[in-house]
Nanobody, 122 residues
Framework: VQLQASGGGLVQAGGSLRLSCAASGRTFTSGDMGWFRQAPGKEREFVAAIRWIGGNTDYADSVKGRFTISRDNAKNTVYLQMNSLKPEDMAVYYC????????????????WGQGTLVTVSS
């Protein structure tokens, strides 16, 4: 399984970006996709997750109400719509995937994509 993240860039505070993560290789018929981020000097943190079947979602408190995760099963692609961006949202964003069935709130993933950089100017 390969995960290809894209959509990062430079945006002003208050602006929006949409990240995409396309999965290739074996298609997903179960499991979850997630987004994580890592800011300079900080540990990687969970951002959002979505279940392929059913669409259940989970969000970090810091992004609730501003970010929306969605998926297109036909395209094996997950999106992260980020609105009202803040300087503290600036980080490298990574997408991740897992096939196994577990709770949506689990932070353990099996596959990782390369990161895409989101820069938020104040």
């Amino acid at each position: 399984v390969q995960l290809q993240a894209s959509g990062g860039g430079l945006v002003q505070a208050g602006g929006s970006l949409r990240l995409s993560c396309a999965a290739s290789g074996r298609t997903f018929t179960s499991g979850d996709m997630g987004w994580f981020r890592q800011a300079p000097g900080k540990e990687r943190e969970f951002v959002a997750a979505i279940r392929w079947i059913g669409g259940n979602t989970d969000y970090a408190d810091s992004v609730k109400g501003r970010f929306t995760i969605s998926r297109d099963n036909a395209k094996n692609t997950v999106y992260l719509q980020m609105n009202s961006l803040k300087p503290e949202d600036m980080a490298v964003y990574y997408c991740a995937a897992r096939r196994r069935i577990t709770t949506i709130t689990s932070r353990e993933y099996d596959y990782w994509g390369q990161g895409t950089l989101v820069t938020v100017s104040s």
